[in-house]
């Protein structure tokens, strides 16, 4: 019996046998057991503990049996219930990762015992206090670090940071790192009404035109190039017009029959003639209709060009002078030349995936022959004119000009876009002595600003009405405007949204994003002000200033810090308008509800907004141009406290760089 009970005693830790002796040791009557027995339950060192990200505490777990000893040589199971807050390791090193409550868990033999592990952020800010729908600068210590509570229901936020528009072109890098974010799975960002009650909704209809664009570039860029020169000559000798046409036959009266002959090469502007011969097919109050006498057969008949000048008259010239002003009168004679020429025609290709569809050229502007202290261009047809294609039942030159219908309707819009560029450049050459052409973002935006404008008139919409997808297309006739007239610029703002950090409204290019983002800075800023538009629309053309200091004179009354401010405040308003987040209305777009609309031109059908996800283990990281901004989503759980951190490369935020924090939920 003592053998027997020796052998088992011989197991437990503070237990002896003498070998061979017989003398005894009695059971001890400490909390000391045998490692056979029943774990009953787990004990922890720790069941609590606060620690900031990096912190360690390290918890140790002994197995009790029933009576309460402890139980050796037992193997632990350590788990953590969020990684993401907190890690143990085999041996119950607990490691903070972010801020947020992680339950360590210990098993032993199927029985557990946990301690709740609260991680606090670092940042050393006090959390910040944002009401839904508030916009905040940060500055000071906010703009390296800051936190945020999550309160009892969790909250969400973007951070916006925008660049302000300066004349620096480089890239500014952005990172943005974070302790305790979660991913926002619930968006602001997808459109509720994207259903059309017409079977022809904008989808699918999304006739922009990327060849017209790029000529039309090409077009302002050799304007500048070519033709700058002589326009600072001809400033510093005085810059007044010379009655003299350089169309060749036009009379100051003209008549319908009489034939003329003009200049149609765009490759040089002032050398090189081409001479193209057409006939007056039309004589109205503020046009003059030529038509090329090489055009194809089948086209627009004198009855159709006579419709087309009246057209002109009631429609484009009242709409563009009215917002702009008037242009010159070079010629004497009151009117715009409107040459249909298939020399346009032959502009484009079928390979193309465009068509160029008329345009303008500031080098029929500039006197033929030498005046006193300015140079020639012999090339100028001197006269206010536009080139325009020709009906091509055929196909002689492609296949895009084939319907008379269709050439109509473009026109329109070409003519209204193309008419902004005529009273701009005449305007600042002869009358507002201006030192050169506008800057081209700006020059562009009003041109597709004036389309807008042409849509407004044919639609019987009008600015401020917040129109969206069900109302601009509740008829076929209203669908059938906003695709021939306003879906360009739709789209155009749509590719900007799509990639905000790398274009700009006030980039010196003529990409189809910066001319949206531009078009939507005007239309922005006009709404916002408190005068009539023209107003500032005339204030920009007649103007002897250029870019952002033509915009900030016309504005300055509209936005204290002028175009910075705009820019700032359309930045949010892109994020936060028709949201159902309310704000402040200086962070709303007055005319468009994008949110409804542009899903219609998408095969996403959701609002294209690019933007990035911030979570502990993915950083935000991306560059900033100059007048762009970027959008950075975030969470904060419920009674926990997030931070955020924001750096430049190794180095901390610039000045130039804005950071806008928004409450979304």
């Not at 750096?647 to 610039?654: F, L």
């Amino acid at each position: 019996m003592r053998r027997s009970l020796c052998a088992l005693l011989a197991l437990g830790a503070a237990s002896s046998c003498g070998g061979g002796s017989n003398s005894s040791t009695a059971p001890s009557t400490t909390a000391t057991t045998s490692t056979a027995a029943t774990v009953a339950t787990v004990s922890l060192s720790t069941t609590a503990a606060t620690l900031q990200p990096g912190g360690t505490v390290t918890l140790v777990a002994t197995a009790v049996n029933s009576t309460g000893g402890s139980i050796s040589g037992k193997t632990v199971s350590w788990t953590s219930s969020a990684t993401s807050v907190a890690t143990v390791s085999s041996a119950g090193l607990v490691t903070a990762v972010s801020a947020g409550v992680a339950l360590i868990t210990a098993t032993i033999d199927a029985k557990s015992s946990q301690a709740t592990i609260t991680v606090t952020a670092n940042c050393g800010t006090v959390p910040l206090a944002l009401a839904l729908g508030e916009v905040r600068t940060l500055s000071g210590a906010e703009r390296s670090g800051f936190c945020l509570a999550g309160g009892a229901a969790g909250s969400e936020y973007v951070l916006i940071p925008y660049k302000t528009a300066d004349t620096i072109t480089s890239t500014v890098p952005l990172s943005f790192t974070s302790q305790s974010t979660v991913t926002v799975t619930t968006s602001p960002l997808v459109s509720s009404a994207l259903s059309s009650p017409v079977t022809s909704s904008l989808s699918g209809q999304f006739p922009r035109n990327r060849a017209h664009d790029a000529f039309e570039a090409r077009l302002r860029a050799s304007e500048r190039r070519d033709l700058g020169p002589m326009w600072r000559a001809s400033r510093a000798a005085g810059r007044s017009p010379f009655a003299q046409s350089n169309i060749t036959g036009l009379p100051v009266t003209p008549t319908v029959g009489t034939t003329v002959q003009m200049n149609i090469n765009v490759k040089d502007a002032c050398t090189n003639r081409s001479n193209r011969t057409g006939r007056v097919a039309a004589v109205s109050k503020n046009a003059i209709i030529v038509a090329d006498s090489a055009s194809p057969a089948g086209g627009f008949t004198d009855a159709d060009y006579t419709s087309f000048a009246t057209m002109f008259d009631t429609l484009i010239y009242a709409l563009d002078t009215s917002a702009f002003g008037a242009p010159t009168d070079l010629d004497g004679n009151n009117k715009i030349v409107i040459f249909f020429t298939p020399a346009v025609n032959a502009l484009s290709k079928d390979a193309d995936g465009g068509y160029i569809a008329g345009f303008f050229y500031s080098r029929d502007l500039f006197p033929p022959t030498a005046q006193p202290g300015i140079p020639a261009c012999p090339g100028s047809n001197y006269a206010e004119m536009f080139y325009m294609p020709v009906v091509d039942p055929t196909q002689v030159y492609n296949k895009f000009f084939m319907s008379k219908t269709v050439l109509q309707t473009d026109a329109v819009g070409t003519l209204a876009h193309e008419m902004q560029h005529l009273i701009n450049d005449s305007r600042r050459i002869y009358i507002n002595n201006a030192d050169d052409y506008e800057q081209v973002w700006l020059d562009e935006g009003l041109s597709h600003l004036a389309q807008e404008l042409l849509y407004y008139k044919v639609s019987g919409f009008t600015p401020k009405s917040d129109l969206n997808l069900s109302t601009v297309a509740s008829t076929q006739v209203k669908v059938d405007a906003i695709n021939a007239y306003q879906v360009d610029n739709l789209g155009n703002f749509m590719d900007y949204l799509a990639a905000p950090e790398t274009h700009s409204p006030v980039a010196m290019n003529d990409s189809l994003e910066t001319r949206g983002s531009t078009w939507s800075l005007l239309r922005y800023a006009l709404d916002q002000g408190a005068n009539a538009p023209a107003t500032y629309t005339r204030a920009l053309v007649n103007s002897n200033l250029v870019g952002t200091a033509n915009f900030n004179s016309a504005f300055g009354a509209a936005f204290s810090g002028g175009i910075v401010t705009a820019l700032r405040q359309m930045a949010v308003a892109s994020f936060l308008d028709n949201s159902g987040i309310s704000t402040d209305t200086k962070y709303a777009y007055a005319s468009w509800n994008f949110r409804s609309i542009l899903p219609a031109i998408t095969t996403s059908k959701l609002f294209p907004l690019l933007t990035h996800p911030l979570t502990p283990t993915v950083p935000a990281a991306f560059t900033l141009r100059s007048g762009a901004a970027g959008y950075v989503r975030f969470g904060v759980i419920a009674n926990a406290t997030a931070s955020i951190n924001s750096a430049s490369g190794s180095a901390s935020v610039p000045a130039t760089i804005e950071l806008l924090l928004v409450r979304t939920k």
